[in-house]
């Protein structure tokens, strides 16, 4: 009758897991914080940011750090800085390392002057063509230990990578600059992050420019640039970007994925005990995917409302694309040959491209 009773009760137990979920460690569904432990120690971060607190990127990665002073009741709390708030966007990484700052959120691409590897941990235009590459990448091929073991040379504990958007990144041209195919980039001025973007539209003659994420929309509406592109389409439109822009050109192979960085001061990493630094990892990882849900809702509403307010798209041929990306595969292989690592993420991207049929 007992036995009876169990196979019952496990089989009930089942079947509500599975109709139901299991926990997420988010903040909106986590347990109220109880207190910190007598006699443990609290670590107090600062975690600053490219963005300004009215993006989703912003609000986003708030959450994350509620979640994560949650998870350690207490032990951990991080605070937000906004842009600016102790270094300028490009210089994020140089504070973290100095420990000016405990941890920043970025993009590896802003670095890729410093550590040319990092090209080839926050997107490579014309490679992959899916999150799920680029996850397959990081946690099964290795593409994590290359990350770290890029980062800890200059004093910096990479936790790990964070997607970005939810739709592939689009080009956002001026009313009197619309592009339609590779010969009419010619003679543009756009802004693109540092690396394997930038040195792939030189190749179309694309006048590039350099500026942080915050200076697009002021670059647009002063005519120091043509376009360019800002990752989601909800970042862009919180931006303003029809208020300075009228064509949304869309390049599907362009940038379909792009990849976010959480990293810390080594020292700082360091002094955590085991299982807080496992809760930061933790938090990373399933954010991650909370971030592609949350900007893939958010970029479907933003291109209605860029639509409704006269902008229109550009839908480039895939004849076009692919003159680019004959050319970016040059530029891939001349990234490599900038840093023994570089190479290593080079060789690894290509290998997993081919067996998925994406390059021959």
């Known amino acids: 009758m007992k036995k009876s009773y169990l196979i019952t009760l496990l089989i009930s137990l089942s079947c509500f897991l599975f109709f139901c979920g299991f926990p997420s460690i988010s903040a909106s569904q986590s347990k109220p914080q109880q207190p910190v432990t007598s006699g443990a120690n609290v670590f107090h971060w600062q975690l600053q940011t490219p963005w300004g607190p009215k993006m989703l990127l912003f609000r986003s990665a708030q959450d994350l750090c509620n979640t994560i002073k949650e998870m350690s009741n207490g032990q951990l709390d991080i605070k937000l800085l906004p842009v600016n708030a102790v270094a300028p966007p490009l210089q ?23 550590i040319p590897e990092a090209t080839f941990f926050g997107s490579v235009p014309f490679g992959f063509n899916s999150f799920s590459q680029y996850d397959i990448w990081y946690w099964n091929l290795g593409g994590i230990n290359l990350a770290r073991e890029s980062y800890a040379k200059h004093n910096l504990y990479f936790v790990g990578y964070i997607h970005s958007h939810g739709a592939p990144s689009d080009l956002y041209m001026k009313k009197e600059s619309p592009v339609r195919k590779f010969e009419d980039f010619k003679g543009k001025k756009m802004r693109f992050a540092p690396g394997i973007s930038s040195e792939v539209m030189k190749e179309a003659g694309v006048s590039v420019v350099n500026l942080p994420p915050t200076e697009f929309y002021t670059s647009l509406e002063k005519g120091v640039v043509d376009g360019g592109d800002f990752f989601a389409r909800e970042t862009n439109f919180d931006m303003g970007i ?16 792009a990849c976010l960085e959480f990293a810390v001061n080594m020292d700082a990493w360091k002094k955590l005990p085991p299982h807080l630094k496992a809760i930061v990892e933790s938090a990373v990882r399933e954010y991650s995917g909370i971030f592609y849900q949350r900007f893939y809702l958010a970029d479907l509403e933003a291109l209605e409302k860029m639509l409704k307010s006269g902008m229109q798209i550009i839908q480039m041929p895939p004849s076009e694309e692919a003159k680019f990306r004959s050319r970016s595969m040059t530029i891939w292989k001349s990234w490599a040959n900038k840093s023994p690592l570089a190479s290593k993420a080079y060789e690894s991207q290509l290998a997993f491209m081919k067996q998925l049929g994406i390059v021959k």
Do not use: H, N
């Not at 504070?95 to 410093?114: N, Q, R």
């Not at 029809?242 to 994925?257: D, G, H, L």
């Open 242 to 257: 029809q208020e300075v822009t009228r064509w949304i050109v869309v390049m599907p192979s362009y940038k379909p994925a």
């Open 92 to 114: 994020l990484f140089d504070a973290c390392s100095k420990g000016v700052i405990e941890s920043f959120f970025g993009f590896p691409g802003f670095w890729a002057g410093k």
